[in-house]
């Protein structure tokens, strides 16, 4: 029997936060969900050895590199589940994401595809970032969707998916395609989503 959500996490070379990560998932108050991690073809020798060590009790799948768009898109192509999250390996989501966005988007019409939450920065700074309600021009102008929020799965079949070749803005990217075919988001003003400010990081400008 499928579970209601998927949450996705690609990994490339983010072993140290790893675990980390999936201590948030654990800690959920909804537990209708199941986890798959996708080696996004790591070289770093500690990544690959947890990686290894969680294999028994996760899902992992190792694929060649190709970015963060390619591995959420085969994770997700391997769930079979109503609704997915896309989580980040080395950022974390509160205990309350999933029973709160999961109980908004059953709630909504169908033209809702996807609910968005505030930020709680952490790393290198400490904020929250307040995130939108849905409007069109605002996000043709710039990013003002989380890049970790629950969306329906079938609407990511509709739009074919995270591009592949946009690594950083692929988040952007798939929130417009999702809109562009007539669908909208909610906004729930919580921080729910758990991200890592450190250096290199793809999404920094996001935070």
């Not at 989580?87 to 169908?110: G, P, Y």
Request: hydrophobic share 35%; aromatic share 12%; with cysteine.
């Amino acid at each position: 029997m499928s579970n209601k959500v998927t949450i996705v996490i690609p990994c490339y070379n983010d072993g140290q936060y790893l675990k980390e990560c999936l201590e948030s998932v654990a800690d959920q108050e909804f537990k209708d969900f199941s986890t798959i991690i996708v080696n996004d073809g790591s070289t770093d020798t500690s990544t690959i050895d947890v990686l290894d060590s969680i294999r028994e009790k996760y899902k992992v799948i190792d694929i060649e590199n190709g970015g963060p768009g390619k591995a959420r898109n085969y994770g997700i192509s391997e769930a079979d589940s109503e609704y997915i999250l896309t989580l980040d390996a080395d950022d974390k989501i509160a205990s309350d994401h999933l029973i709160k966005t999961v109980e908004a988007l059953d709630n909504a019409s169908s033209d809702v595809a996807f609910i968005n939450t505030d930020w709680e920065v952490f790393g290198l700074e400490s904020k929250i970032v307040k995130k939108k309600s849905y409007d069109l021009a605002d996000l043709a102008w710039e990013n003002i969707v989380g890049n970790n929020c629950l969306f329906r799965k079938t609407v990511w079949e509709e739009v074919s998916g995270y591009s592949t070749n946009l690594n950083g803005i692929e988040d952007w990217d798939f929130w417009i395609k999702v809109v562009s075919k007539g669908y909208k988001w909610e906004y729930l003003p919580y921080p729910l989503m758990k991200y890592r400010k450190r250096s290199g990081s793809l999404s920094a400008n996001n935070g």
